[in-house]
């Protein structure tokens, strides 16, 4: 019966134990990564230039999309008539934002 203990503690016991050993290193080399900052450079940078792309690119369109408040509250005692040029621009805009069809 111990033959057969030690035979399990040594098959299953040894690399469970080296399992946990590894992932508990990982976690601490993690931790000391984050601790000091040990980022790769060009990972960090990418992940900027692509926060920045997004910003931008959402500020363009609260822009758009003030320019569109301004217009239709300048408009509102005026409603009779549309302004065929600007919705003409922005039928050009929306085509080349999306690049649908509609035109």
Do not use: C, W
């Amino acid at each position: 019966m111990d033959e057969f203990f030690f035979f399990l503690l040594t098959v299953l016991g040894v690399p469970m134990g080296l399992y946990f050993l590894a992932a508990y290193l990982k976690i601490k080399l993690e931790s000391v990564r984050q601790k000091h900052n040990l980022e790769d450079p060009k990972q960090k940078t990418e992940s900027t230039q692509k926060q920045i792309e997004y910003l931008l690119s959402e500020n363009e369109e609260m822009k758009e999309e003030l320019r569109n408040i301004k217009y239709l509250l300048s408009r509102e005692t005026k409603r009779e008539r549309i302004d065929f040029d600007y919705e003409k621009e922005q039928m050009k805009l929306d085509y080349d934002a999306k690049g649908s069809l509609s035109l």
